[in-house]
Protein backbone atom coordinates (compact mmCIF):
# COMPACT_ATOMS: atom_id res chain seq x y z
CA UNK A 1 0.00 0.00 0.00
CA UNK A 2 1.36 3.58 -1.01
CA UNK A 3 2.44 5.94 1.76
CA UNK A 4 -0.01 8.57 2.47
CA UNK A 5 1.75 12.22 3.32
CA UNK A 6 0.45 15.12 4.94
CA UNK A 7 -2.62 16.35 3.86
CA UNK A 8 -3.65 12.85 3.18
CA UNK A 9 -1.75 12.98 -0.28
CA UNK A 10 -0.96 8.94 -1.83
CA UNK A 11 2.63 9.03 -2.33
CA UNK A 12 2.32 6.56 -5.56
CA UNK A 13 3.79 6.47 -9.09
CA UNK A 14 2.26 9.79 -10.17
CA UNK A 15 3.32 11.32 -6.65
CA UNK A 16 7.29 10.59 -6.95
CA UNK A 17 6.97 11.20 -11.45
CA UNK A 18 5.45 14.62 -10.33
CA UNK A 19 8.14 15.55 -8.04
CA UNK A 20 10.86 14.09 -10.28
CA UNK A 21 9.67 17.06 -12.73
CA UNK A 22 9.91 19.85 -10.05
CA UNK A 23 13.02 18.75 -9.40
CA UNK A 24 13.92 18.98 -13.04
CA UNK A 25 12.39 22.62 -13.03
CA UNK A 26 14.03 23.27 -9.40
CA UNK A 27 18.01 22.74 -10.56
CA UNK A 28 17.39 23.09 -14.55
CA UNK A 29 16.36 26.27 -14.56
CA UNK A 30 18.07 28.13 -11.68
CA UNK A 31 21.49 26.74 -12.08
CA UNK A 32 21.44 28.60 -15.60
CA UNK A 33 19.91 31.23 -14.65
CA UNK A 34 23.58 32.31 -12.77
CA UNK A 35 25.90 30.80 -15.29
CA UNK A 36 27.64 34.41 -14.91
CA UNK A 37 28.40 33.61 -11.25
CA UNK A 38 29.28 30.22 -11.83
CA UNK A 39 31.74 30.99 -14.36
CA UNK A 40 32.90 34.08 -12.60
CA UNK A 41 33.29 31.29 -9.16
CA UNK A 42 35.29 28.72 -10.90
CA UNK A 43 37.48 31.04 -12.82
CA UNK A 44 37.97 32.51 -9.34
CA UNK A 45 38.83 29.00 -7.64
CA UNK A 46 41.38 28.15 -10.74
CA UNK A 47 42.93 31.33 -11.16
CA UNK A 48 43.04 33.10 -7.76
CA UNK A 49 45.68 35.43 -8.71
CA UNK A 50 44.28 36.31 -11.78
CA UNK A 51 40.19 36.54 -10.92
CA UNK A 52 40.33 38.39 -7.26
CA UNK A 53 36.82 38.81 -6.62
CA UNK A 54 33.40 38.37 -7.97
CA UNK A 55 33.31 42.13 -9.43
CA UNK A 56 36.83 42.25 -10.55
CA UNK A 57 36.23 38.69 -11.88
CA UNK A 58 33.30 39.43 -14.21
CA UNK A 59 34.72 42.83 -15.16
CA UNK A 60 38.21 40.77 -16.55
CA UNK A 61 36.26 37.90 -18.29
CA UNK A 62 33.81 40.91 -19.92
CA UNK A 63 37.22 43.28 -20.76
CA UNK A 64 38.72 39.89 -22.62
CA UNK A 65 36.20 37.53 -23.74
CA UNK A 66 33.30 39.39 -24.13
CA UNK A 67 29.76 39.20 -22.33
CA UNK A 68 28.57 36.55 -23.75
CA UNK A 69 31.93 34.78 -22.22
CA UNK A 70 30.20 34.93 -18.82
CA UNK A 71 26.99 32.54 -20.54
CA UNK A 72 30.06 29.76 -21.19
CA UNK A 73 28.88 26.40 -20.21
CA UNK A 74 25.08 27.12 -20.15
CA UNK A 75 24.17 24.20 -22.04
CA UNK A 76 25.35 21.51 -20.15
CA UNK A 77 24.59 23.22 -16.93
CA UNK A 78 21.14 22.97 -18.20
CA UNK A 79 20.98 19.40 -18.73
CA UNK A 80 23.67 18.15 -16.31
CA UNK A 81 21.53 19.74 -13.67
CA UNK A 82 17.70 18.77 -14.74
CA UNK A 83 19.16 15.68 -14.62
CA UNK A 84 20.75 15.97 -11.23
CA UNK A 85 17.18 17.83 -9.95
CA UNK A 86 15.21 14.96 -11.16
CA UNK A 87 16.67 12.30 -8.94
CA UNK A 88 17.88 14.68 -6.26
CA UNK A 89 14.17 15.86 -5.64
CA UNK A 90 12.76 12.74 -6.70
CA UNK A 91 14.59 10.00 -5.33
CA UNK A 92 14.58 12.44 -1.79
CA UNK A 93 10.46 11.45 -1.77
CA UNK A 94 11.26 7.97 -2.55
CA UNK A 95 13.74 7.13 0.04
CA UNK A 96 12.70 9.30 2.48
CA UNK A 97 9.33 7.01 2.65
CA UNK A 98 11.65 3.72 2.05
CA UNK A 99 13.15 4.40 5.41
CA UNK A 100 10.32 6.00 6.79
CA UNK A 101 8.73 2.25 6.52
CA UNK A 102 11.51 0.86 6.74
CA UNK A 103 12.09 2.12 10.67
CA UNK A 104 8.76 1.76 11.80
CA UNK A 105 6.39 4.68 12.83
CA UNK A 106 7.63 5.47 16.41
CA UNK A 107 11.37 5.14 15.33
CA UNK A 108 11.25 7.40 12.47
CA UNK A 109 9.04 10.18 14.28
CA UNK A 110 11.76 9.89 17.17
CA UNK A 111 14.43 10.06 14.69
CA UNK A 112 13.22 12.15 11.72
CA UNK A 113 16.56 13.95 11.16
CA UNK A 114 18.40 10.61 9.92
CA UNK A 115 15.79 9.52 7.92
CA UNK A 116 15.89 13.47 5.92
CA UNK A 117 19.94 12.69 5.92
CA UNK A 118 19.75 9.25 5.28
CA UNK A 119 16.91 9.86 1.84
CA UNK A 120 19.03 12.66 0.82
CA UNK A 121 22.45 11.26 0.90
CA UNK A 122 20.78 7.85 -1.02
CA UNK A 123 19.35 10.31 -3.94
CA UNK A 124 22.46 12.37 -4.06
CA UNK A 125 24.74 9.63 -4.81
CA UNK A 126 22.77 8.40 -8.12
CA UNK A 127 22.08 12.17 -8.79
CA UNK A 128 25.99 12.77 -9.03
CA UNK A 129 26.17 9.73 -11.72
CA UNK A 130 23.21 11.95 -13.49
CA UNK A 131 25.32 15.27 -13.57
CA UNK A 132 29.00 14.15 -13.68
CA UNK A 133 29.72 14.22 -17.77
CA UNK A 134 27.78 17.69 -18.05
CA UNK A 135 29.27 18.93 -14.81
CA UNK A 136 32.94 17.98 -16.33
CA UNK A 137 31.84 19.56 -19.87
CA UNK A 138 30.66 22.85 -18.17
CA UNK A 139 34.10 22.82 -16.09
CA UNK A 140 36.15 22.63 -18.85
CA UNK A 141 34.00 25.16 -20.75
CA UNK A 142 33.90 27.28 -18.28
CA UNK A 143 37.95 27.88 -17.52
CA UNK A 144 39.47 27.39 -20.64
CA UNK A 145 41.23 30.27 -21.95
CA UNK A 146 39.85 31.67 -24.68
CA UNK A 147 40.16 30.03 -28.01
CA UNK A 148 42.19 27.09 -26.64
CA UNK A 149 38.95 24.59 -26.08
CA UNK A 150 35.84 24.51 -27.65
CA UNK A 151 32.80 26.58 -25.85
CA UNK A 152 29.30 25.04 -27.84
CA UNK A 153 27.69 21.51 -26.50
CA UNK A 154 28.70 19.10 -29.24
CA UNK A 155 32.26 19.89 -30.13
CA UNK A 156 33.36 20.59 -26.09
CA UNK A 157 31.80 16.59 -25.63
CA UNK A 158 34.24 15.77 -28.70
CA UNK A 159 36.85 16.91 -27.39
CA UNK A 160 36.47 15.65 -23.76
CA UNK A 161 35.57 12.04 -25.17
CA UNK A 162 38.69 12.40 -27.32
CA UNK A 163 41.21 13.23 -24.64
CA UNK A 164 39.34 10.80 -22.19
CA UNK A 165 42.86 9.69 -21.56
CA UNK A 166 43.61 12.98 -20.09
CA UNK A 167 40.50 14.63 -19.30
CA UNK A 168 38.64 11.06 -17.71
CA UNK A 169 35.59 11.82 -19.41
CA UNK A 170 32.70 10.98 -18.25
CA UNK A 171 32.93 10.28 -15.03
CA UNK A 172 36.69 11.28 -13.64
CA UNK A 173 34.97 14.07 -11.29
CA UNK A 174 32.52 11.31 -10.04
CA UNK A 175 34.48 11.17 -6.74
CA UNK A 176 35.22 14.77 -5.97
CA UNK A 177 31.66 15.58 -6.97
CA UNK A 178 30.73 12.83 -4.31
CA UNK A 179 32.48 14.75 -1.73
CA UNK A 180 30.77 17.85 -3.00
CA UNK A 181 27.46 16.69 -3.73
CA UNK A 182 26.28 14.53 -0.91
CA UNK A 183 27.64 16.96 2.24
CA UNK A 184 26.01 19.71 0.59
CA UNK A 185 22.68 17.97 0.02
CA UNK A 186 22.54 16.41 3.46
CA UNK A 187 22.54 19.82 4.60
CA UNK A 188 20.66 21.36 2.06
CA UNK A 189 17.84 18.79 3.17
CA UNK A 190 18.00 18.57 6.83
CA UNK A 191 18.57 22.25 7.73
CA UNK A 192 15.47 23.34 5.11
CA UNK A 193 13.50 20.20 7.09
CA UNK A 194 14.35 21.46 10.33
CA UNK A 195 14.08 25.41 9.46
CA UNK A 196 10.39 24.58 7.87
CA UNK A 197 10.16 22.42 11.03
CA UNK A 198 11.07 25.60 13.44
CA UNK A 199 9.02 28.32 11.38
CA UNK A 200 5.81 25.80 12.21
CA UNK A 201 6.78 25.23 15.77
CA UNK A 202 7.40 28.62 17.12
CA UNK A 203 6.45 31.71 14.00
CA UNK A 204 3.55 29.67 12.53
CA UNK A 205 1.63 27.70 15.09
CA UNK A 206 -1.54 27.19 13.83
CA UNK A 207 -2.13 24.41 11.92
CA UNK A 208 -0.24 24.39 8.35
CA UNK A 209 -3.21 24.54 5.92
CA UNK A 210 -4.67 27.11 7.94
CA UNK A 211 -2.08 29.25 6.36
CA UNK A 212 -2.01 30.98 2.33
CA UNK A 213 -0.16 29.31 -0.19
CA UNK A 214 1.99 32.94 -0.34
CA UNK A 215 2.51 32.47 3.50
CA UNK A 216 4.14 28.94 3.03
CA UNK A 217 6.01 29.30 0.12
CA UNK A 218 7.58 32.32 1.76
CA UNK A 219 8.53 30.06 4.48
CA UNK A 220 10.03 27.85 1.80
CA UNK A 221 11.75 30.58 0.21
CA UNK A 222 13.47 31.34 4.07
CA UNK A 223 14.11 27.80 5.21
CA UNK A 224 16.06 27.14 1.70
CA UNK A 225 18.24 30.22 1.57
CA UNK A 226 19.03 29.75 5.19
CA UNK A 227 19.97 25.89 4.50
CA UNK A 228 21.74 26.82 1.09
CA UNK A 229 24.45 29.00 3.29
CA UNK A 230 25.25 26.19 5.45
CA UNK A 231 25.49 24.24 2.22
CA UNK A 232 27.47 26.34 0.45
CA UNK A 233 30.57 26.44 3.88
CA UNK A 234 30.16 22.67 4.00
CA UNK A 235 30.52 21.45 0.88
CA UNK A 236 32.96 24.38 -0.66
CA UNK A 237 36.41 22.67 -0.56
CA UNK A 238 35.46 19.59 -2.68
CA UNK A 239 33.97 22.42 -5.33
CA UNK A 240 37.37 23.97 -5.60
CA UNK A 241 38.38 20.44 -6.32
CA UNK A 242 35.96 20.04 -8.87
CA UNK A 243 37.28 23.21 -10.53
CA UNK A 244 41.05 22.90 -10.36
CA UNK A 245 40.94 19.56 -11.80
CA UNK A 246 40.00 21.09 -15.25
CA UNK A 247 43.37 23.34 -14.95
CA UNK A 248 45.78 22.11 -17.83
CA UNK A 249 48.61 22.42 -15.16
CA UNK A 250 46.44 19.33 -13.36
CA UNK A 251 46.56 17.18 -15.74
CA UNK A 252 47.00 13.48 -14.76
CA UNK A 253 47.48 14.79 -10.79
CA UNK A 254 45.43 12.56 -8.42
CA UNK A 255 42.45 14.23 -6.28
CA UNK A 256 44.91 13.91 -3.83
CA UNK A 257 48.09 15.41 -5.07
CA UNK A 258 46.01 18.33 -6.20
CA UNK A 259 44.33 19.12 -2.53
CA UNK A 260 47.88 18.70 -1.51
CA UNK A 261 49.47 21.35 -3.36
CA UNK A 262 47.01 23.77 -2.73
CA UNK A 263 46.32 23.58 0.72
CA UNK A 264 42.96 23.27 2.40
CA UNK A 265 42.73 27.10 3.71
CA UNK A 266 42.77 28.08 -0.32
CA UNK A 267 40.20 25.49 -1.03
CA UNK A 268 38.03 26.28 1.60
CA UNK A 269 38.10 29.64 1.20
CA UNK A 270 38.83 30.96 -2.57
CA UNK A 271 35.48 32.04 -4.28
CA UNK A 272 33.85 31.42 -0.96
CA UNK A 273 31.86 34.68 -0.44
CA UNK A 274 30.33 34.31 -4.14
CA UNK A 275 29.54 30.43 -3.42
CA UNK A 276 27.40 31.77 -0.58
CA UNK A 277 25.85 34.18 -2.49
CA UNK A 278 25.20 31.52 -5.23
CA UNK A 279 24.03 29.01 -3.30
CA UNK A 280 22.00 31.00 -0.65
CA UNK A 281 20.08 32.29 -3.94
CA UNK A 282 20.02 29.42 -5.53
CA UNK A 283 18.46 26.77 -2.64
CA UNK A 284 15.88 29.52 -1.80
CA UNK A 285 14.66 29.97 -5.13
CA UNK A 286 15.31 25.53 -5.87
CA UNK A 287 12.87 25.18 -2.75
CA UNK A 288 10.40 27.65 -3.66
CA UNK A 289 10.32 26.72 -7.45
CA UNK A 290 9.93 22.81 -6.30
CA UNK A 291 7.22 23.49 -3.60
CA UNK A 292 5.35 26.12 -6.30
CA UNK A 293 5.24 22.94 -8.24
CA UNK A 294 4.33 21.06 -5.84
CA UNK A 295 1.57 23.01 -4.44
CA UNK A 296 0.13 23.57 -8.32
CA UNK A 297 -0.37 20.19 -8.46
CA UNK A 298 -2.49 19.63 -5.39
CA UNK A 299 0.58 18.02 -3.41
CA UNK A 300 1.36 20.62 -0.68
CA UNK A 301 4.65 22.22 0.75
CA UNK A 302 7.66 20.16 1.49
CA UNK A 303 7.85 20.14 5.69
CA UNK A 304 6.18 20.69 8.70
CA UNK A 305 5.93 20.45 12.61
Not at 28 to 55: A, E, F, R, S, W
Not at 58 to 70: P, V
Not at 87 to 110: C, H, R, S, W
Not at 187 to 206: C, D, H, I, L, R
Amino acid sequence: MAPVGPGGVVHDTSYYAKCLFGGILACGLTHTVITPLDVTKCNMQVNPQKYKGLGQGLKTIIAEEGSAALWKGWAPTLIGYSAQGAFKYGLYEVFKDFYTNLAGPEIATNYKGLIWCAGSASAEFFADIALCPMEMVKVKVQTSPAGTFPTSLGPAIAAMNADRAVTRFPFGSLTPLWSRQIPYTVAKFYFFEKAVQFFYTNVFTKPKNEYSKATQLGITFASGYSAGIICAIVSHPADSLVSLMSKPANKGKSVGTIASETGIATLATKGLGTRVLMIGTLTGLQWWIYDSFKSAMGLGTTGGK
